[in-house]
């Protein structure tokens, strides 16, 4: 199964995404950020990073990107997208997802290995795990906290798309402890942690991260 990981000018984690994706038993394929083919891919990962320099707002200039043209209309007809961290950011700056990503409370960057709580598992990319269940992933971000009106975190909860929060403490400042949430029809999911560096136990605190893409391959395979 293929799935894609774009980059743009300033992704880090997109050689980690592509390994995961490997690790779990698919193929990545490298996609251009200034390009608009998807090269046949059944799923798209947006990785990590400093997507051109985060200058405006993070993920506000990835959005325009010719790439994202083709995931944004594929994704509205049900294509599956993962954002991770910046990916999450660009995600809700091309309004595929709902709310923003602020800069966080405390006005520090965080780097820790953090304890999530899945909340759903009927999305796309969450299927292999248990509701209530606990992972460690590393979390490592200066624009993490998680941030909506009233109205659209109460749609949020309601609907069953937040997929997964933090546990014992929020690090960022983010509203209900988010972590990560899916649009309505669960295909596009944004998570601001990084699953893809927690997907062997010799470089990541542990395993926990490759349900996300095992998750997706399982579901290309059944289609």
């Known amino acids: 199964m293929k799935i894609g990981v774009v980059t743009f000018p300033g992704s880090l984690d997109d050689r980690d995404a592509a390994r995961a994706i490997e690790?779990?038993?698919?193929?990545?394929?490298?996609l251009f950020h200034a390009s608009d083919d998807l090269k046949h891919v059944e799923a798209v990962v947006l990785p990590g990073g400093f997507s051109y320099g985060d200058y405006l707002r993070c993920g506000a200039i990835a959005r325009f990107a010719p790439i994202m043209n083709s995931i944004v209309t594929a994704a509205n007809h049900g294509f599956p997208v993962l954002g991770i961290c910046n990916g999450f950011?660009?995600?809700c700056e091309s309004h595929l997802l709902k709310g923003a990503l602020t800069r966080n409370q405390g006005l520090h960057f965080v780097c820790r290995d953090q304890?999530?709580?899945?909340?759903n598992n009927t999305s796309f990319w969450t299927k292999d795990f248990q509701i209530g269940q606990d992972i460690l992933i590393p979390l490592k971000n200066g624009e993490g906290s998680f941030q909506c009106d009233d109205e659209t975190?109460?749609?949020l909860?309601?609907?069953?798309?937040?997929?997964?929060?933090?546990?014992?403490?929020?690090?960022?400042?983010s509203r209900n402890l988010i972590a990560g949430i899916s649009n309505e029809k669960g295909n596009v999911v944004g998570l601001m942690p990084h699953p893809e560096h927690a997907v062997e136990t010799l470089t990541g605190p542990s395993e926990d991260?490759?349900?996300?893409?095992?998750?997706?391959?399982?579901?290309?395979v059944g289609r």
């Open 115 to 119: 304890k999530l709580r899945i909340e």
């Open 89 to 91: 950011q660009v995600l």
């Open 157 to 173: 909860e309601g609907n069953g798309q937040v997929i997964a929060r933090y546990v014992e403490f929020d690090p960022n400042g």
């Open 153 to 155: 975190l109460k749609e």
């Open 23 to 30: 690790i779990a038993g698919g193929t990545p394929v490298p």
């Open 209 to 220: 991260g490759l349900g996300f893409f095992t998750s997706a391959l399982k579901q290309l």
